[in-house]
């Protein structure tokens, strides 16, 4: 079956540290992976795909299968980075439908 | 450009009664969804529309019905209320045919069945 774990409700880091938000899958087959965030008072928009390889505002996430992982990481957290943050999956059949992680929230402190 | 606009943005119901959540987006996108979400819980999709004059069940489509009115609108009816069903609901658009990853949200519905 397919399932998305983000283990941390709450992540809280320094500005300037690292960031790395974790997602792990399980789906038997190549899923597309993605990140969504959610800004306060903002509505939930799609951060990056993992078909892309893009890096959107500083972050970076790689498909890990053979850890059936795909963190989100930044080396260098900022202020505006706190949010709320949903690991998603989709197989590649046209019929497959995607799954939300629960969410990590992120918490920057100055 | 509105993006996806959903209303009501509050809501509260009792038990049996039966209400509309509109959707509309401004983007000429082909598919719509409605998801629901719980604490604790990620995005749980209820019912989608591939294209105009389709919808199909998602995941969690019980209590429900849609209707693609047209290409812009997407409207999810609670036919009567339940308690189980309170939740925050939002409606997502995007611009390919088919079940597609949503790109689009709108701000949501915070619904409570009391």
């Known amino acids: 079956a397919q399932r998305v774990t983000q283990p941390e409700k709450l992540l809280s880091v320094f500005k300037g540290a690292p960031v790395e938000l974790k997602c792990n899958y399980s789906?038997?087959?190549?899923?597309?992976l993605f990140w969504y965030v959610q800004y306060s008072r903002q509505r939930l928009q799609l951060l990056l795909r993992?078909?892309s390889r893009e890096s959107i505002k500083g972050f970076t996430a790689d498909l890990n299968k053979g850890e059936t992982s795909f963190h989100l990481k930044k080396p260098f957290a900022q202020e505006e980075d706190s949010a709320m943050y949903y690991c998603?999956?989709?197989?590649?059949?046209?019929?497959?439908?995607?799954?939300f992680g629960s969410g990590t929230r992120l918490s920057i402190r100055p | 450009n509105a993006g996806v606009t959903q209303t009501p943005k509050f809501q509260v119901l009792k038990t049996g009664q039966s209400m509309t959540l509109q959707c509309a987006q401004d983007?000429?996108?082909?598919?719509m969804y409605w998801y629901r979400q719980d604490p604790g819980m990620g995005l749980r999709l209820i019912y989608y529309?591939?294209?105009?004059?389709?919808?199909d069940k998602g995941e969690v489509p019980n209590g429900y019905n849609v209707s693609r009115l047209n290409k812009r609108e997407f409207s999810l009816r609670l036919e009567s209320a339940a308690p189980s069903q309170t939740s925050v609901y939002f409606c997502?658009?995007?611009?390919?045919?088919?079940?597609?990853?949503?790109?689009?949200f709108g701000d949501g519905t915070r619904l409570s069945i009391l």
């Open positions: 983007m000429n996108h082909n598919s």
């Open positions: 993992h078909i």
């Open positions: 529309s591939a294209s105009e004059g389709t919808t």
């Open positions: 998603a999956l989709k197989g590649y059949s046209s019929a497959s439908k995607i799954i």
């Open positions: 997502a658009s995007s611009v390919a045919s088919g079940l597609d990853q949503p790109q689009h």
């Open positions: 789906y038997s087959g190549s899923p597309e």
